[in-house]
Every structure is written in structure tokens, then in C-alpha cells.
């Protein structure tokens, strides 16, 4: 079914809550999983302020994000597949769309939250793969939503 998973990952805890799911689906179907990050480029960056801050900037971004894509691919390695990464610059749903088309990847899986008190609504990176990818995507909602408290468990203190 799929051999080629993307998941995107920015380095939260939030993200990292679909690999559980990805490592169930990766047995199951044998496929190869891509973790990737993406960081802005020291050029998108440049034109905001200083182009050496910023250089230094990206490049510690780079740094780290290629620290935590090839320790969380070392530890889906242990559990028996197939893993490699890929740190990514530019634009974060634009990257990782262009990436799944270059890379022929069959799914694209990704945890997504809500944006404040609204629960429901898919975060921009999210709602932008989900609207304009050409592959397959598979989202993760992974908030907890707490319903409003009932009126007696407002005026009783529950």
C-alpha cells in the first residue's frame, strides 16, 4: 500500500506524537519512513535584518535539527525500520510538498493541533499539505479538547 512515508517533524513534542502511529503503519505495510525538518534558509532570513545573524541563526537551526532528526531516526531504527531524514529549507509546507513530489513519497503523515479555544481548526502548515499536496496525507489531531463544564459542575465545583 505505502512504501514511502514523509513524516514532518519540528523538533515538539506535539509533532513527535504521530511516530507511534507511523511506526504501526510502516510494519505493517514494509515502507521506508522519512523523518524531515524544515529550517528557513539563511537567504529568506537575510533580508529581514543582519546577514550574519542570521547565517548564524540558520545554521544552528540546521544543527539541531539534524541532532533531533538522527537521534528520533536511530530510535525507529531499534524498533526495526527502514529510517532516514532529511533537514529541508524554505517555506514549511511548501518544502515538504516539494520534497514528497521529488522523493515520489506515498503518504505524507503529520500531527496537527488546534489553534486556541478552537479546537477544530488544522494549523496553517497542516491545512496548506493537506490543500495542496499531490499524495496522500494523513493527519494526527492529537490536542485535548476539554469540554465546557456542565452548569452543575460549575456551580458545584467539580
Known sequence: MFKKILVPLDGSELAAKILPKVEELAKLCGAQVTLASVGAS????????SPEIFQQAAEQDKRLGQRYLET??????????????AFLEGVPAQAI????????????????HGKGEVGWVMGSTAEKILSHASVPVLLLRVIEYKPPLLKEEFFLGA
Open 42 to 49: 539563511a537567504t529568506n532570513l537575510a533580508a529581514i535584518a
Open 72 to 85: 528520533t531516526a536511530s530510535d525507529l531504527q531499534e524498533k526495526g525500520l527502514t529510517v532516514n531524514w
Open 97 to 112: 510538498i516539494n520534497y514528497a513530489v521529488e522523493n515520489a513519497v506515498d503518504l505524507i503523515a503529520l500531527a496537527t
